[in-house]
């Protein structure tokens, strides 16, 4: 039953971090110091990804009206105007092209990246460094009157551009979410747009990294136990309801505020990181 608890925990912390801009994995690390389920360390691996996989179930609940591309209307005599919405096919093709760059680029060096990245020396670099841009870009563009105001404006070049910050967010500590509507915004998005395309791009993204996960679980001959069933189902489910309430307030959030507080909380958390494991962690082993 612990793990169980520790796993609710868990979801508790993605639900929160993997929208916000201040990088998921920042926290998991301090996380995984004081948080240890009874489990082996490949299923963990995989745990800590599928996860995600709950937070994407909350995009999907919460935005089904701007994410469905089918549709039923009588009037219309095309096929395709009878049954597909245009303008949702159209977001979809630009999230689509989004994701190249993590998926040509990112995908052969996830391995890599994650043995020889996933370190609070970067964690922490990471974290601290995108702070910074934040509050850079809140002074220099937060007052600017935005040039993209509806996801519709948002052609192929910039999803491309968009999609290229997105697979800068592989390396550890950056923020996937956090990188993406840095990215958006320096293209002249308002906050709301950059926000909304952040959620949309993480659907195939984070369902496609969780796929391969899963599948990398299973080739290494570990099959799914029945307790480890239930734990990742807790972890999913609890993600999945603090998704719903993050994704809510943040499009609430950016409505009436800047990032300068994001911005401000990862660099401190960044520092927190390099403290623990390099200060006190030592003094306490």
């Not at 958006?184 to 998005?189: P, T």
């Not at 499009?251 to 994001?262: P, R, T």
């Amino acid at each position: 039953m612990l793990d169980y608890f520790l796993a609710a925990i868990l979801g508790i912390i993605e639900g929160i971090t993997e929208w916000l801009p201040v990088s998921s994995t920042g926290h998991l690390v301090l996380a995984d110091e004081f948080i240890h389920l009874s489990q082996s360390e490949s299923f963990m691996k995989m745990f800590d990804v599928v996860i995600q996989f709950g937070a994407i179930l909350a995009v999907v609940v919460i935005f089904w009206h701007k994410l469905w591309p089918f549709c039923y209307k009588k009037e219309e005599t095309g096929f395709i105007d009878r049954y597909c919405r245009r303008d949702v096919w159209d977001m979809w093709f630009h999230v689509l092209a989004a994701i190249v760059p993590s998926a040509v680029i990112g995908l052969p060096l996830d391995d890599w990246m994650t043995e020889h990245l996933h370190n609070p020396p970067v964690i922490s670099a990471m974290l601290i460094l995108y702070g910074v841009f934040f509050l850079i870009m809140e002074n220099t563009l937060g007052h600017k009157r935005p040039q993209v105001t509806r996801i519709s404006s948002i052609n192929y070049r910039m999803a491309l551009f968009i999609g290229v910050f997105q697979f800068l967010a592989l390396i550890p500590g950056t923020s996937r979410s956090g990188a993406t509507i840095l990215g958006a915004m320096l293209l002249g998005c308002s906050r709301t747009v950059s926000a909304e395309f952040t959620f949309y791009l993480a659907v195939p993204t984070m369902a496609g990294a969780s796929l391969v996960k899963v599948i990398k679980f299973l080739a290494e001959g570990s099959g799914f136990k029945a307790s480890e069933v239930g734990i990742l189902f807790t972890g999913c489910a609890v993600a999945f309801l603090v998704s719903m309430l993050c994704i809510r307030f943040l499009m609430d959030y950016v409505k009436k505020h800047d990032f300068k507080v994001f911005g401000w909380y990862r660099i401190i958390l960044g520092a927190v990181v390099l403290a623990y494991f390099y200060l006190l962690k030592p003094i306490f082993a």
